[in-house]
């Protein structure tokens, strides 16, 4: 007698039709895919707690997903809470091909040798593919050639920010009609596109959807399962691909959100998965081990060369009291640079001082060497006070164009100002700023993936073939961890860098 059910789709694994004794098994082994953390339940008290789990159920739990690498650990997993292979019943699912879609590239178009390859890689057929490519060596060109001569129906998902950017380049690499490009941003308009869908009167080629819109979606169908109909969706989640003719998801920066585009996985039945990243390396353990499960080795192209033509600067302040700046997150104790910056907001004489060292770093480093075209881009870790650093130098260079730029702001704004001050969330991640010199990190950052992130920023020069872009961030010598965090970047900067230099500035807040 089968008592549980699995199905098998192209990325994922659906189990169901089990007893109570099959949802204990299965609860079980979610255990071992949760992610753990701290979470604040009173005063300056926190608590480890369940962050998240990365596998899918219903809200009454009569039905479990898991990525498809995971089912011969699952049946064994099983397999040692007693079922046998007798009672469970396994059924592949059929993948449908994707809608034919003629995506012709314009013809100035030009593939340079070292991406021919990560194209090979992406068409030759497979369901899930990684490129881990450094900034600037064209991921999105790669990805927009593989999609041309794959030929089908393509849908591209990433967060609401980037949407402007890929629908720029969307547009920019492909010979597209009125209508055979659409953007779905909210339920909405994602109710509207599965309805064409549904009266088979979807005609386009080249799909965009924000990850929000699809996480809601899928949040809906865990909360009502089959009654999602009610609400306006006119199909299940495990069908969404097939049934708009779907033959390639792609997935920008995938190891944002990471959490979502794991579980959108978890729904997935399609052809291909093409996904994209700078960098697939976490500094915390459980994560590599769910890079991992969702992108195993084999699935990832292996022959980029990283190229090193970034200088970095480690620029070193003194603080005459250290201990009037709290840094802190309270009742845990780590590091907090919003703290940091909250805490150095509150002191107009030390803000004073912390915004003519930055004006001496950005005069010095930008401002006597600039050429019209050239760029600059600061990070600070709080919005408030990125607005304040842009407003200061604004007043001290009113003739160029210095702006802060956050999520709301449009993405036009940072591409034309001659400084931008943004955050590591807005900026640090998928945006290409034409003529980028210098990138001041005020930031102190520990975290390998962020930091990564912040220096691929900077591109080659191609219009100044003799200038180095440089990479400067600042370190306090008298807070431990920012000498903690320098020491981390040094050593993973090492492989990357033209040159990592420590400079002692002669500067005291």
């Not at 100002?417 to 700023?433: C, F, H, N, R």
Request: proline share 3%.
């Amino acid at each position: 007698m089968k008592t549980i059910r699995i199905d098998v789709f192209s990325h994922n694994v659906k189990v169901y039709g089990f007893s109570y004794r099959g949802k204990e098994a299965l609860l079980d082994y979610c255990r071992g895919m949760a992610q753990y953390g701290l979470s604040k339940v009173a005063h300056n008290r926190f608590v480890r707690v369940m962050l998240r789990v990365f596998a899918a159920s219903t809200a009454d739990r009569s039905e479990f997903r898991f990525q498809k690498s995971q089912l011969e650990d699952l049946l064994r997993h099983l397999n040692f809470h007693g079922f046998t292979s007798t009672e469970i019943e396994i059924n592949v699912r059929e993948v449908l091909p994707g809608v034919p879609a003629d995506m012709r590239m314009h013809k100035h178009i030009l593939l340079r040798d070292y991406q021919v390859p990560i194209v090979e890689f992406l068409v030759f057929p497979a369901p899930v593919k990684v490129v881990t490519l450094q900034t600037g060596k064209g991921k999105t060109l790669c990805a927009l050639k593989a999609c041309a001569e794959i030929g089908k129906r393509t849908f591209l998902v990433i967060k609401g920010m980037y949407v402007e950017k890929w629908v720029s380049d969307v547009r920019e690499a492909y010979q597209l009609k009125a209508g055979e490009l659409i953007v779905v941003r909210g339920s909405a308009q994602l109710k509207d596109l599965m309805a064409l869908a549904e009266a088979g009167e979807l005609d386009c080629k080249f799909i965009i959807c924000t990850n929000k819109t699809l996480y809601n979606y899928l949040e809906d169908y865990e909360k009502f399962k089959k009654d999602i109909t009610t609400l306006g969706f006119p199909f299940m989640p495990e069908e969404f691909f097939e049934k708009l003719g779907v033959g390639v998801r792609l997935i920008d920066e995938v190891h944002q959100d990471f959490h979502l585009n794991f579980r959108l996985d978890l729904y997935t039945n399609v052809e291909t998965t093409i996904n994209l990243s700078a960098t697939l390396e976490s500094d915390d353990p459980f994560m590599n081990r769910m890079y991992e499960v969702a992108f195993p080795m084999k699935s990832r192209f292996q022959g980029a060369v990283y190229d090193k033509y970034i200088a970095v600067k480690a620029l070193v302040y003194a603080m005459n009291n250290p201990n009037k700046i709290r840094w802190k997150a309270k009742g845990r104790g780590s590091y907090s640079h919003i703290m940091f910056e909250e805490s150095l907001m509150k002191d107009k004489a030390l803000l004073a001082r912390y915004l003519e060292m930055i004006t001496i770093v950005v005069e010095n480093s930008y401002i006597v060497k600039r050429e019209d075209g050239q760029k600059m881009l600061i990070f600070a870790a709080s919005v408030q006070l990125c607005g304040i650093i842009a407003e200061h130098l604004a007043s001290k260079w009113p003739s160029l164009a210095i702006n802060r730029y956050v999520s709301e702001d449009n993405y036009e704004v940072l591409l034309s100002s001659d400084i931008a001050v943004s955050t590591l969330k807005s900026a640090g991640t998928a945006v290409d700023i034409p003529g980028l010199m210098i990138c001041l990190m005020t930031d102190a950052l520990g975290s390998k993936q962020g930091n990564s992130q912040a220096l691929g920023r900077l591109r080659v020069l191609k219009d100044w073939p003799g200038i180095t872009p440089e990479f400067l961030y600042l370190v306090c010598r008298d807070i431990p961890k920012h000498i903690e965090y320098h020491e981390r970047k040094v050593e993973n900067f090492s492989d990357k860098v033209l040159s990592h230099k420590t400079l002692t500035m002669n500067y005291r807040l």
